[in-house]
């Protein structure tokens, strides 16, 4: 860290004040650097995760949007039921047993940009979701 002598600025001491050119004509000789230690912070990610929430919606429960406060129990509902034909292949896509880390999004309530969560294209989850659609085919009478 700079810190000038006497409180000068750095265009005075390095006689550039008053220089319609800018140019500096001095240099840094009059200023001391601060000789305080860099501070040393060592930080460790926490270890909070949860395990596949194949219902969760990112931006709707995280950031809340422009949404209406009415609204907001129908589109759940709707991305509920939406949801509800494809967790076969979420669950393909996504174990059960896998754990998941909420790292990387942005901070509740900060101003963020629309964004679209796609999740994982897996063929595991292709296998699970066309068993899971046949046996239900076939179960039907």
Known sequence: MISPQADRSFAEVAGTAGDPSGTASGSIENYVFDSTPDTVFTWT??????????????NFERYEGKTPQWARPFISYGDFLATIPVLPYKMGGERIHERMYTLGHWRP????PHQIHWGRHTTRGAIYQGAATTGFIFALP
């Open 109 to 112: 309530g900060d101003p963020t």
């Open 45 to 58: 990610a926490p270890n909070f995760y949860s395990r596949p929430l194949y219902f969760e919606q990112v």
